[in-house]
């Protein structure tokens, strides 16, 4: 029988592939079929996970700043029509690294696209062509062990924009879209779910409301399409919600006065505690009660209350933007356990570019 490595045994040569790096794993896959047979085991991940050798990532889907010519030093200049790129964040380690552009898309990712994480998988989804802001139907799949592209199955009609998206977190690989709007701008309640695993969409029941510029989560194993407007109301959100049973596909009631007040619900997350958090427009971070009130938790620091994005994991959250519109980015963390502190991330310049959206993933 082959060892995984020669004189060692499978044990201990299983316990050195563990700890390798994230961002080695397209090498340690090309050594041999052995290797990468390990590698794309499940259990191998599970036990990398159980080992406590798995770590957060964060994935965001961020401006390129573009480079002017200065002298000898390179710098960075605002552009009106930034190029979007796919940048990996690792919050405990403060690196930050740029993922291969898609290959038949030479402009970058396409604008307001949506990303999700499933396994060890990235999926983009939608968005606008970046030259004629057409909407896509296209989806593109990236691969972090062989860290390679591939096409997947196009989003079926119509062509929607700004819809809610959300990946289901318990394994069975599949990426949610409820709501948008279609190229009339006619705000949309039909829903559909992508099995990557597959490459096909499997259509859902509609949602009971027209729900634009809506927000989708998994919480508490459902998935949750929040907010969002309806045709006639063009901008003035709404505060209500539904959610869709994971195990029977169908959507429970619609739950009213979940959102304080009409409020945008771009910046709405779910932490890893089961509860609901979002940054309020005042420039705090609030949490849902489960009587259903707000609490604040933290204040968001000044230069990161333009544009944020909130991510939430295990029981951190970060959150990323700027202190005005078109400035740099910053990152803060904050802990959950009873902390109202938050801890600075370094940003590197070439990663202060705005972020459009983002997700997270534990490799």
Not at 279 to 290: F, H
Not at 296 to 320: G, H, I, N, S, Y
Request: negative net charge.
């Amino acid at each position: 029988m082959q060892e995984l490595i020669p004189g060692l045994p499978d044990e201990i040569a299983r316990d050195c592939l563990l700890r390798v790096h994230y961002e080695a794993f397209r090498t340690v896959r090309s050594v041999c079929r052995l290797w990468k047979q390990e590698l794309e085991s499940p259990s191998f991940h599970r036990l990398r996970k159980s080992s406590g050798l798995s770590r957060p990532v964060v994935v965001l889907a961020q401006a390129e700043p573009p480079y002017s010519s200065g002298g000898p030093a390179q710098k960075y200049a605002a552009s009106a029509t930034p190029s979007y790129r796919l940048v990996l964040c690792s919050p405990t380690t403060a690196t930050w690294d740029s993922l291969p552009p898609i290959p038949v898309l030479p402009h970058g990712l396409p604008l307001f696209c949506q990303i999700a994480a499933v396994g060890r998988e990235l999926v983009v989804v939608g968005g606008w062509d970046p030259d004629t802001w057409a909407a896509s139907d296209g989806v593109y799949v990236y691969n972090l062990e062989s860290a390679s592209w591939r096409r997947g199955a196009r989003m079926p009609a119509p062509r929607r924009s700004f819809f809610a998206c959300a990946a289901s977190p318990d394994g069975d690989r599949r990426v949610f879209v409820a709501g948008g709007h279609d190229e009339e701008k006619n705000a949309l309640k039909s829903a559909m779910a992508y099995d990557v695993e597959r490459d096909a969409w499997d259509p859902l029941p509609d949602i009971a409301r027209e729900r634009d510029e809506c927000k989708g989560v998994f919480l508490r194993g459902n998935y949750h399409v929040i907010g969002g407007y309806a045709t006639e109301a063009q901008g003035l959100f709404g505060r209500s919600a539904e959610a869709l049973d994971a195990a029977s596909w169908n959507w429970g009631p619609v739950e009213e006065d979940v959102l304080e007040g009409s409020t945008c619900p771009r910046t709405c997350v779910a932490g890893g505690d089961g509860r609901l958090y979002v940054c309020r427009a005042a420039g705090q971070v609030a949490v849902r009660e489960a009587a259903g009130g707000w609490r604040t938790v933290a204040e968001v620091p000044e230069d990161a209350r333009v544009a944020p994005q909130l991510l939430a994991f295990d029981r951190e959250l970060m959150v990323m933007g700027s202190a005005c519109h078109g400035g740099a980015q910053a990152c803060y963390m904050l802990d959950l356990n009873g902390k109202t502190t938050w801890r600075q991330v370094e940003v590197p310049p070439e990663y202060s570019g705005h972020v459009q959206a983002s997700c997270c993933l534990e490799i």
